[in-house]
């Protein structure tokens, strides 16, 4: 069985900080791109930003570039994401995704097969 689960997400003031965690199961990380996603409402699900498994290179959408890093851990099955001086247009249900590895991990969201349950991040004052 496939799984991802998120965790780590919750309420936070404007310019905080939250780690998102997401633990795998079923599959190894080895072979896969890891994605992080958002959604708010209203609105469709965008990329956030993604960690390549050949060589760990990072890639981030424009609006998080520099607040946010993504980090995996292939021995423990687990993928980070670091989020600092959260601004409340981050307020999304975040989601993290895999698929095999492959180009432009932002933009094709179709080749993400596997997904978490998604936690909510809210960011208010």
């Known amino acids: 069985q496939v799984q991802l689960v998120e965790s780590g997400g919750g309420l936070v003031q404007p310019g905080g900080s939250l780690r998102l965690s997401c633990a795998a199961s079923g599959f190894t990380l080895d072979y896969h791109d890891i994605g992080w996603f958002r959604q708010a409402p209203g609105k469709e699900r965008e990329g956030v930003s993604c960690?390549?498994?050949?060589?760990?290179?990072?890639y981030y959408s424009d609006s998080v570039k520099g607040r946010f890093t993504i980090s995996r851990d292939n021995a423990k099955n687990m993928v980070y994401l670091q989020m600092n001086s959260l601004k409340p247009e981050d307020t999304a249900v975040y989601y993290c995704?895999?698929?095999?590895?492959?180009?432009?991990?932002?933009?094709?969201?179709?080749?993400?097969?596997?997904w978490g349950q998604g936690t909510q991040v809210t960011v208010s004052s």
């Open positions: 960690i390549s498994t050949n060589d760990g290179s990072t």
């Open positions: 995704a895999a698929r095999p590895h492959g180009s432009h991990c932002l933009r094709k969201i179709k080749e993400y097969h596997w």
